[in-house]
T-cell receptor, first 116, second 114 residues
């Protein structure tokens, strides 16, 4: 078990460009969550998957954002036509919904996005 | 919906002194409560959680927290801090629904000085 990994760790992009982030959860975990953390704030829920199904999307997730989890393994989060307001840390977490403690989420180190 | 208020944004403390980080929550339903720690350039790590049972919860690294339903609080304490406890601490809440998603407070930065 190597924990949750995220790539890249840092991304600098120009306004208007598209970016994609990847999250690899703990292998047996069926739940995968995306959160966004802006400077001075706590993480905010964006969306989550159970296996390959995306079950909920926050109102924070505009139409420019899309997330996928093909085959219920890794997940990608894409932001199209980035804006400066998208600059944040994007965190991924995974959990096992069928376990005795489904509330325990394991977080990755995050991808820090800077939009110039 | 649930929300969390962390009453202190920054807490400076001397090494070996006690520390308390305050957390209040708001919810129309029963909740589960969590404290996470985030060290620089690392992901969030679970310190402790309250799901049910004893209202005094012990976690890792000598931390403990007490759930107070009447005051809707879940304050975190450590009797003697170390330099290595310098980090950001987040209180989080989850409603009793099967999405298990977390709502976080804004965080408290703890700086331990020698």
């Amino acid at each position: 078990d190597t924990g949750v990994s995220q790539n890249p760790r840092h991304k600098i992009t120009k306004r208007g460009q598209n970016v994609t982030f990847r999250c690899d959860p703990i292998s047996e975990h069926n739940r995968l969550y995306w959160y966004r953390q802006t400077l001075g704030q706590g993480p905010e829920f964006l969306t989550y998957f159970q296996n390959e199904a995306q079950l909920e999307k926050s109102r924070l997730l505009s139409d420019r954002f899309s997330a996928e989890r093909p085959k219920g393994s890794f997940s990608t989060l894409e932001i199209q036509r980035t804006e400066q307001g998208d600059s944040a840390m994007y965190l991924c977490a995974s959990s096992l919904a069928s376990s005795s403690d489904p509330y325990e989420q394991y977080f990755g180190p995050g991808t820090r996005l800077t939009v110039t | 919906a649930q929300s969390v208020t962390q009453l202190d944004s920054q807490v400076p403390v001397f090494e070996e002194a006690p520390v308390e980080l305050r957390c209040n929550y708001s919810s129309s339903v029963s909740v589960y409560l969590f404290w996470y720690v985030q060290y620089p350039n690392q992901g969030l790590q679970l310190l402790l959680k309250y799901l049910s049972g004893s209202t005094l919860v012990k976690g890792i690294n000598g931390f403990e927290a007490e759930f107070n339903k009447s005051q809707t609080s879940f304050h975190l304490r450590k009797p003697s801090v170390h330099i290595s406890d310098t980090a950001e601490y987040f209180c989080a809440v989850s409603g009793l629904s099967n999405d298990y998603k977390l709502s976080f407070g804004a965080g408290t930065t703890v700086t331990v000085r020698a």
